[in-house]
T-cell receptor, first 111, second 109 residues
Framework: DAGITQSPRHKVTETGTPVTLRCHQT?????MYWYRQDPGHGLRLIHY???????DKGEVSDGYSVSRSKTEDFLLTLESATSSQTSVYFC??????????FGSGTRLTVV | QQPVQSPQAVILREGEDAVINCSSS?????VHWYRQKHGEAPVFLMI?????EQKGHEKISASFNEKKQQSSLYLTASQLSYSGTYFC??????????FGAGTTVTVRA
């Protein structure tokens, strides 16, 4: 009943490997976002989408790409994972001028 | 572009009040407030829109000074359940929020 799910919940990967995180929603919301959360930095926007195939960069987009081929799915890809990308990643959904609903997060460790 | 939150942390006893502030150097369209408990996702509390409209949690109050680009969240008669980290998110005239670094609130019995 959450309306938004992220997968996987936890992942350990090696430096240099590609990684894809998935965000799936059942709310039919137009806007979807990927944030990363690190101690002392709060939540920082990586990429966002304002419709199918419509995406744009956030403030920390280097090393990340996204795709949204369907309303319900928003994928975040780390093209070649680095240790600096070890973080907790949150997906969020919203409608215009409404509060965000966040997924449960993905804890990614790059070793 | 991240908004500035203050204080960084506050410790309260049950029943006490606190104010968390959020300020931006840019003109804002809206301000959001979220609470996050340890190990969990942030949860939406309130949105304050330019023009005065507010939507959100019935027991949470907040203000938005559009001229100063400042917002304040008021925790009144605090309860143990109010403990967590509070984030403000600011929106300019686009589709995305920038979040502050957070304010950690600890409420003690």
């Amino acid at each position: 009943d959450a309306g938004i799910t992220q997968s996987p919940r936890h992942k350990v990967t090696e430096t240099g490997t590609p990684v894809t995180l998935r965000c799936h929603q059942t709310e039919n919301h137009r806007y979807m976002y990927w944030y990363r959360q690190d101690p002392g930095h709060g939540l920082r926007l990586i990429h966002y989408s304002y419709g199918v195939k419509d995406t744009d960069k956030g403030e920390v987009s280097d090393g990340y790409s996204v795709s949204r081929s369907k309303t319900e799915d928003f994928l975040l890809t780390l093209e070649s994972a680095t240790s600096s990308q070890t973080s907790v990643y949150f997906c969020a959904i919203s409608e215009r001028r409404e509060g965000y609903t966040f997924g449960s997060g993905t804890r990614l460790t790059v070793v | 572009q991240q908004p500035v939150q203050s204080p960084q942390a506050v410790i309260l006893r049950e029943g006490e009040d606190a104010v968390i502030n959020c300020s931006s150097s840019k003109a804002l369209y809206s301000v959001h407030w979220y609470r996050q408990k340890h190990g969990e996702a942030p949860v939406f509390l309130m949105i304050l829109l330019k023009g005065g409209e507010q939507k959100g949690h019935e027991k949470i109050s907040a203000s938005f000074n559009e001229k100063k680009q400042q917002s304040s969240l008021y925790l009144t008669a605090s309860q143990l359940s109010y403990s967590g980290t509070y984030f403000c998110g600011t929106e300019r005239d686009d589709y995305k929020l920038s979040f502050g670094a957070g304010t950690t609130v600890t409420v003690r019995a």
